[in-house]
């Protein structure tokens, strides 16, 4: 089950702590002193999606050497400012890599293991 904490610090800043107890600064952008939480679903999606990724790429036995995945969000101008489409781009570098292995990795990570992912699905594109 997932568990997570967050405590204000002062002003427009916050600790938020996870199950595993590690813990994250956010503040709102005028803050600027932590993640924005609404970019903390960007980052969700692409972590989520990495762990799997490359987990499914080891099981393949794929011989990457390194995995990007730049997450970007359509949001609405007013608020709450909800977002309307979420774009992932992997990129994922190794030498003899068969693209169909990444392929299917990928879909994989989306559409099977990621709770992240699972639960925006909607707004993926």
Not at 15 to 28: F, G, K, P
Request: aromatic share 6%.
């Amino acid at each position: 089950m997932g568990e997570a904490q967050v405590t204000w610090v002062q002003n427009e800043q916050f600790v938020a702590t996870d199950s595993t107890r590690h813990s994250i600064v956010l503040s709102t952008a005028q803050d600027g002193t932590g993640c924005k939480p609404s970019d903390l679903l960007l980052i969700a999606v692409g972590a989520c999606t990495a762990v799997d990724v490359v987990n499914i790429l080891r099981k393949k036995r794929q011989p990457f050497t390194g995995l990007q995945i730049k997450v970007s969000g359509e949001q609405d101008a007013d608020p709450p400012w909800t977002f309307r489409k979420i774009h992932v781009e992997y990129i994922v570098r190794g030498k003899g890599l068969a693209e169909k292995a990444v392929e299917q990795a990928i879909e994989l990570a989306e559409q099977k293991y990621c709770s992240v992912s699972a639960t925006v699905r909607a707004w993926l594109k």
